[in-house]
């Protein structure tokens, strides 16, 4: 009985870890003609140029540049905004994640309906649905604190700096 | 002569420069000008930059109010509190670092974040389940972030409201809120205030101010020490789901082009690769971690 149960959340853990997996594999072409490069750099070494609206699969992304191979087998490093993804199942497996989420929560909202605006549906936000909102001060529940949010930081390894915006 | 009349000048202006630390000065003249008025204006001054920032609060609170209305939160409280430390150390490293910060993860399917004035910033659970890290997650809230730093959303409420004035503003605001508490000052004035925000957020900003907020979003998220292309990959995933996805359509309707969003992000990502120095953080691991808690 046990026995079932634990291979039953085995194989569900297993396919969650498999959709992960399987997303990090990606076809993309590029937008504009870019040099391939041996490391994730732009003073790497040229080891190729591709030309623009060309496939490519995506392996790996480190920064600002993805790990590409071509479609005659070659390796090598593109600028992340040289390349745009192909259309895919990314719709499915983001509602798998969705459902996890929440898991023990309350019923998922109708779907099929999302004819709406930044979470709102145009419905919605004509004729409000007073019940189950909290209020505004509800919110102060969630809210960190400065210090609570700088020892975040550090545990993550988030080192602030000084920047100016770009002009 | 004209010395004489420099040095008067120079020495009235040394005076009011002064003022803001004096006292008891009614009464008080000098060359015919009364000292006590003058200080009070300078007194006014300051006040007004804290009046507005108190108006900007109110308006916020209530336009808050009236979205909340219409969306559910997400009962999640690990998951929120994780999104408000996220939110306030990257809002921390922005030039509105002392606002009452407040991130919301709202419950729908739908791809969507938005901010309202004052320091509200909403995340829907849809929008969270199609990203891969912090990173991603930073660089998105930073984008809502400058919104509200550069009061996009405060000035387009305003202009759709045609109050001239920030304080009329804020007292159409206090209204509506008064009416749907079930006051007595339902009407055409409070209808106002309610109507000018939801015609905002089912419109949408100006690209001009979506262009704007991912060029500083970016800088902000690298200032906070993540890495800086974590808003551009939330773009490219979002630019890879189906156009029919319903759960998409609302994103695309009140933002500019994806392809063109990032394209005009190329010269910023040149700038932060050649300015940005030491190391930045994904953390896909924590990321994930926060999105598999429970309640």
């Known amino acids: 009985m046990n026995k079932g149960l634990y291979s039953a959340i085995a194989a569900l853990l297993f396919s969650f870890y498999g959709f992960s997996a399987l997303a990090e594999v990606r076809q993309a072409h590029t937008v504009q003609e870019s040099a391939l490069r041996a490391e994730p750099s732009a003073s790497a070494a040229n080891v190729g140029q591709i030309g623009k609206e060309s496939q490519v699969v995506v392996l790996e992304r480190q920064g600002g540049w993805y790990q590409v191979q071509t479609s ?57 649905n007073a019940n189950a909102s909290p209020s505004v001060q509800a919110l102060d529940a969630f809210a960190a604190s400065p210090s609570e949010a700088r020892s975040f930081a550090q545990q993550g390894g988030l080192r602030r700096q000084n920047l100016p915006y770009a002009r | 002569m004209q010395t004489a009349i420099f ?62 209305s219409k969306a559910a939160v997400l009962n999640n409280p690990p998951l929120q509190a994780y999104v408000n430390r996220v939110g306030l150390w990257v809002a921390q490293q922005s030039e509105r670092p002392e606002l009452p910060w407040r991130f919301v993860v709202l419950d729908s399917s739908q791809v969507a974040a938005y901010a309202a004035p004052g320091g509200y910033v909403f995340i829907t659970s849809g929008m969270l389940t199609r990203m891969n890290s912090e990173a991603e997650l930073a660089g998105v809230l930073a984008h809502e972030v400058a919104h509200v730093v550069q009061q996009h959303h405060l000035k387009a409420i305003q202009q759709q409201a045609q109050t001239g004035l920030l304080t009329d503003l804020a007292t159409l605001a206090v209204q509506a809120g008064a009416a749907d508490k079930g006051g007595s000052q339902a009407g055409e004035l409070t209808d106002r205030f309610t109507r000018s925000v939801s015609d905002l957020y089912s419109r949408g900003l100006d690209r001009g101010d979506e262009y704007e907020a991912d060029a500083m979003g970016a800088v902000i998220a690298t200032r906070a020490g993540y890495d800086p292309y974590g808003l551009a990959g939330v773009l490219q995933t979002l630019g890879t789901t189906r156009q029919n996805d319903a759960a998409l359509t609302s994103f695309l309707k009140v933002h500019p082009g994806i392809d063109d969003r990032l394209q005009r992000l190329q010269p910023v990502y040149l700038y932060i690769d050649k300015n940005a120095a030491g190391p930045s953080q994904s953390l896909d691991a924590r990321y994930q971690q926060a999105l598999r808690s429970k309640r």
């Not at chain 1, 992340?80 to 798998?96: G, P, V």
């Not at chain 1, 996890?100 to 605006?117: D, E, Y």
């Not at chain 2, 000065?25 to 930059?49: H, V, W």
């Open chain 1, 72 to 128: 005659n087998g070659q390796r090598g490093w593109l600028p992340l905004l040289s390349l745009r993804f192909a259309k895919d199942a990314q719709a499915s497996r983001s509602n798998d994640l969705g459902s996890l989420l929440k898991l023990g929560n309350q019923a998922a909202p109708a779907s099929g309906v999302a004819t709406g605006i930044r979470g709102i549906s145009d419905e919605e936000l004509r004729s409000g």
């Open chain 2, 7 to 68: 040095l008067k000048c120079a020495s009235l202006l040394g005076l009011i420069v002064s003022l803001s630390a004096c006292q008891g000065l009614e009464g008080m003249q000098i060359q015919g000008i009364d000292l006590g008025k003058l200080a009070s204006a300078g007194q006014n001054l300051t006040n007004m930059g804290q009046k507005s920032v108190d108006e900007e609060r109110v308006i916020g609170q209530n336009t808050a109010s009236i979205l909340l």
